[in-house]
């Protein structure tokens, strides 16, 4: 096995972090926040939109099981990576399209993935999807952690 990490910003995490969950070769997927400038941020002040923060989820995959490239697909079918700081219902900048790289790689394959989908027409508008360096990824609380399983879904339009 090869544990790798992968990080994704799309919108409210409930439903990244449940659709990422579904994946076979996922291990683990966690809600939190990257970023942004705030040490230690609460939920409270990254939907206030004081923190800079995305909330994001933390992808631990076995990269013999499924690969980069099958979760940056998921990733970009299930938001709209043409909105600008909004999913849905919601918005601010802690519901931006971000993809986090941890290696030179992981960035090159999301920077090809947004060269095809912008060239293939999928989209009426070009893709805003942040490509920047993971930086540190603050777990979310302990309510946010597989949200819907524990609540049966919620408002998320994942």
């Known amino acids: 096995m090869s544990e790798k990490t992968a990080s994704f910003a799309a919108g409210c995490f409930w439903g990244v972090e449940a659709r990422f969950r579904e994946l076979p070769g996922v291990l683990d997927a966690v809600s939190g926040y990257m ?77 090809q993935k947004i060269r095809e989908l912008n060239e293939s027409g999928k989209w009426s508008s070009p893709i805003v999807t942040q490509v920047v360096p993971a930086d540190r990824f603050w777990r979310a609380e302990e309510y946010h952690q597989r949200y819907f399983e524990k609540n049966g879904g919620g408002y998320c339009h994942v």
């Open 35 to 111: 970023g942004g400038h705030a040490e230690n941020p609460s939920y409270k002040q990254v939907c206030a939109g004081d923190t800079g923060h995305a909330e994001a989820v933390q992808v631990t995959f076995d990269d013999e099981q499924v690969s980069y490239s099958e979760l940056l697909g998921l990733f970009f079918d299930m938001h709209n990576p043409t909105t600008l700081n909004r999913q849905g219902p919601d918005f601010g900048s802690q519901y931006r399209s971000v993809a986090f790289w941890h290696d030179p790689g992981q960035r090159d394959l999301v920077e």
